[in-house]
Every structure is written in structure tokens, then in C-alpha cells.
């Protein structure tokens, strides 16, 4: 595989990647395929961040460039992969990158099948203005640019030294969208009203703000995430303060927009005390395991999507002492607690504080499983100025999400 950096010279690999995503059935609009032909994401890309073992339980994380290892990084950046271009909140010098220890991500460039997947999803076509939330290493806004002219797009981030990067890329192809650094929570006033708002953040909600920046008959695509590690994307159409839709097929996880990021939790220990010292803490057998809290399946993936919207500000943690498969839930909102443990061949749930955070997942998780743990597709959304409701019709299921 070459190796330079001119988009010249890397056509063939991105026509190569066109074909992969389009026989993935990813691509299916033949003007995002122009796109994906058109747009080098090496521009987008300097470096990226591997994992490179363990020091001291905390992941090693080692820089990837062109000039350090450029065959490796040419074909990290034409795969179908996301590539971490950031953690914690801090600029690297791809220049000069050093490797690092411990960190969560703060900006990626997302794989490309599903950039491309957000897009066509979005149902965008010639004409449609389009907000984009994230702009990230801006090769998606490039594709957007592509695909619709740069007039019609806005993209906003809410890390300036990350879009600046992203507009130095972007400029220097010929892309001139409308960008600004800010809260992406917030919409964005000055373009306002979009046919499209896309994000490529989670949320705990849908923010009251798009609803009013969205054209009627717009769409607004966004993935639904929150403290409980559970996803689920959703489509809605707007109708003034009001929107509905369905969630969307498909195992995705995006980072959460920073307002919404799980708060973290204290000491787990100091929360096992508090449990055990509770007079109210009560002790039963449970009906439902816990392991697909800790399980990589598609069914694990949606029933902890079903248990968040049940118990939306539980989160789990990771007290020492702890029999292994325990999985402990607290509540920082409420002050609520819920231990689960093997107990012979069974589990045992320990709960405190004000909310049976257990007692919640478990009705919930159970009746989508008694209904045969429908596709989260047949849920739908409806989105207005009381209150955003996730409901089932055939089984009840009704879930508000928290209105922040």
C-alpha cells in the first residue's frame, strides 16, 4: 500500500474502501459514494492512538503517524475503524506525539461505515441545509461538504483546538463550510433553521434547542446514551416544539456530548459502607442475572439500553472485595444502591436508599424479554415541551427520559 499523503496517489485505496462499505451494505446512495471516492481522510488524520498493553492495569497508549510508522498508519486510516485522535481533553502534537498512560477518549475519528450509515440515515438530499454536531478531525463534515456544497453545511464543536484542526484540513481541500466552536447542546443560532441536525455525540436527551432550530418536516439524528453504558440511535421528524420517530437497528456507541458524560461516582467503597450501614437496605433473591452488564452480544447490548431507560442515572462500579461477576449499581442523583452477587446457582440483590434501582431493571428488562427482546427498532419516540417519552405499545413499556 503507498504511503504518501498526496490524494492522488491514495484514489485507488479510497475507491477500494467505497467497494468494502458498499458490499457491507453501509453505502448505498451513489452520491455518498462519490464522497467516500473523493474525500482523502489521511488529510483528517495525522496520528491516531493504539493500544499498546498495560502499565499498572492502565492502558498503554502509543502514537501512530505517517512519519512514525507509515505503512501501519495508511492502513489504520483506510480500514473500517475508529481511530482515537484524542484523550482526555488534551491537543497532541502529531508532529511530535508521545505515548501515553491511562485516559478516556475525548475526540475519534469515526469508522467510516458509520459516518456513511449517520448520512444516508438522515434521509439528506440536494438542497437540505444540515447541522452537524461534532465536528471531530472533520472528514465527515468533508463528506457532508461533498456531498451538498459547503454553503449548506454547519459544524460545530465544542473543543476549539479540535475543530481548528479539523478546519486547517478542511480548508486546505477546498471545503469552506460554516464552523464555530460551541456547545452543540445549544444548536446553533446563526444558520438556523436546518433541514438536517445530525450529532455525532450521545445525549440523555434530545435538547430542547434543536426542536426549534430544526425546520418542519426536518429530521434530527442522534444516538441516546447515558450513565448506564446503554445506546440506541433514533430518527425524528419535527413538527414545531414537538417530534417523533423510531429508534434505529444497529449496536452503536458514540462518546457522550461533555455535558451529558457520566459524573464520576467517589469511592465505591465509601458506597458499599453506606449500603450495609442503611437500616432500610433490604435483601431478596433475584429473578433476573446481571451478566449482560459485563456480556459483548447484541442481546446484552439492548437490554442495558432497556435497563438505562429504566434507571437512567444508575451507573455501575467496581468495589474491591466483591465476588467476581458482581455487579454494583449506584445512583449519584438519588443515593440509591444495588449490589447483585452469585449466590449457589442463583443471584441475590442487595438494595438501598430512597429508589429499588433493581427492582426497576429487573420489571423492565423482564417484559422485554418475555416479549421475545424485540428489536429496539419498534420502539418510538415522541419528544415535546412536557416531557420525551420511549414507549412499546404491545407490552406497555414506557419510559420519560430525564429533561435536562
Not at 433553521?193 to 442522534?222: E, F, H, K, M, N
Request: proline share 6%; aromatic share 8%; hydrophobic share 40%.
Amino acid at each position: 500500500m503507498k504511503t504518501s499523503t498526496d490524494p492522488e496517489e491514495t484514489r485507488a485505496v479510497r475507491a477500494r474502501l467505497a467497494d468494502e462499505l458498499e458490499a457491507a451494505g453501509e453505502l448505498t446512495d451513489p452520491a455518498w459514494r462519490t464522497a467516500v471516492e473523493k474525500v482523502p481522510r489521511e488529510a483528517f488524520v495525522p496520528g491516531f492512538y493504539r493500544s499498546a498493553g498495560f502499565v499498572d492495569g492502565a492502558t498503554r497508549w502509543e502514537p501512530v503517524t505517517a512519519a512514525s510508522d507509515p505503512a501501519a498508519w495508511l492502513d489504520a486510516v483506510y480500514s473500517d475503524t475508529t481511530l482515537i485522535t484524542q484523550l482526555d481533553g488534551k491537543a497532541t502534537d502529531w508532529a511530535d506525539p508521545k505515548p501515553r498512560v491511562g485516559g478516556h477518549f475525548t475526540s475519534s475519528s469515526t469508522l467510516p461505515s458509520l459516518v456513511v450509515r449517520m448520512w444516508e440515515d438522515a434521509d439528506i438530499h440536494d438542497g437540505h441545509s444540515l447541522l452537524e454536531v461534532g465536528t471531530g478531525t472533520g472528514y465527515s463534515t468533508a463528506l457532508a461538504c461533498e456531498r451538498l456544497g459547503s454553503d449548506l453545511v454547519t459544524s460545530v464543536d465544542v473543543d476549539g483546538s479540535v475543530l481548528d484542526r479539523a478546519v486547517d484540513a478542511l480548508n486546505r481541500l477546498g471545503y469552506m463550510p460554516w464552523v464555530a466552536t460551541a456547545d452543540g447542546l445549544q444548536g446553533y443560532w446563526p444558520g438556523a433553521p436546518y433541514d438536517r441536525i445530525v450529532a455525532a455525540c450521545s445525549v440523555r436527551c434530545i435538547p430542547d434547542t434543536w426542536l426549534r432550530q430544526t425546520t418542519p418536516g426536518g429530521r434530527i439524528l442522534t444516538t441516546l446514551g447515558g450513565w448506564g453504558d446503554g445506546y440506541a440511535r433514533v430518527l425524528l421528524t419535527v413538527d414545531g416544539d414537538r417530534a417523533h420517530g423510531h429508534l434505529l437497528p444497529g449496536t452503536v456507541s458514540f462518546m457522550p456530548a461533555r455535558r451529558d458524560a457520566t459524573p464520576a461516582p467517589g469511592n465505591p467503597y465509601h458506597w458499599a459502607m453506606t449500603a450495609k450501614e442503611d437500616e432500610d437496605t433490604t435483601t431478596r433473591d433475584t429473578i433476573l442475572s446481571p451478566v449482560f452488564y459485563r456480556e459483548a452480544t447484541v442481546s446484552a447490548f439492548h437490554a442495558r439500553f432497556v435497563a438505562q431507560l429504566a434507571a437512567p442515572t444508575a451507573q455501575m462500579v467496581d468495589p474491591a472485595g466483591y465476588p467476581e461477576g458482581s455487579v454494583f449499581l449506584v445512583d449519584t442523583a438519588s443515593g440509591s444502591s444495588a449490589a447483585i452477587g452469585p449466590d449457589g446457582d442463583g443471584w441475590t440483590v442487595t438494595q438501598s436508599g430512597p429508589d429499588r434501582l433493581w427492582d426497576r431493571i429487573e420489571d423492565a428488562v423482564m417484559k422485554w424479554r418475555a416479549a421475545g427482546s424485540f428489536a429496539m427498532t419498534e420502539f418510538e419516540m415522541t419528544v415535546h415541551a412536557d416531557e420525551q417519552l420511549i414507549r412499546h405499545a404491545a407490552t406497555g413499556l414506557r419510559f420519560v427520559l430525564p429533561h435536562l
